[in-house]
């Protein structure tokens, strides 16, 4: 049974409050310290960008303001360049610059579908 797309945007919104949460309170020289945090992150970005490849083209057009491209290209060089860390190449949530920027995870839910049926159930 195939997944029902609105839980993937779900999934974004999720990842997007997690990451957060975990850098609340946080200044850039605390993350930078902080590898479980900065693992953390890495973590949500690609649930973020995986996510994001799952949704319906036609949702993404519906929200041009926000860079699904880019977002989706992070989250390949997270998962495939072994080489990249949050601090060198990609940036961390504090730089705006590197990392793509997301929605907040309050977003307004207004114009997006809502959940029809339940199919994540075993």
């Known amino acids: 049974m195939s997944r029902d797309p609105i839980l993937f945007l779900e999934d974004i919104l999720e990842a997007i409050g997690q990451i957060q949460q975990f850098i ?3 200044d850039q020289d605390e993350f930078m310290r902080d590898q ?11 649930i973020v960008g995986e996510a994001t490849k799952k949704l319906r083209i036609t949702w993404k ?7 699904w491209q880019q977002i989706q290209g992070f989250r390949n060089a997270l998962a495939h360049e072994f080489s990249i ?7 961390t949530p504090f730089r705006k610059t590197s990392a793509p920027s997301l929605p907040p995870a309050n977003i307004s839910r207004n114009g997006w579908p809502k959940r029809t049926r339940k199919t994540d159930e075993c």
């Open 61 to 67: 057009e519906e929200q041009p303001s926000i860079p």
């Open 24 to 26: 609340e309170g946080m």
């Open 36 to 46: 479980k945090t900065i693992h953390a992150c890495m973590s949500c970005f690609q």
């Open 85 to 91: 860390s949050m601090s060198e190449s990609c940036g």
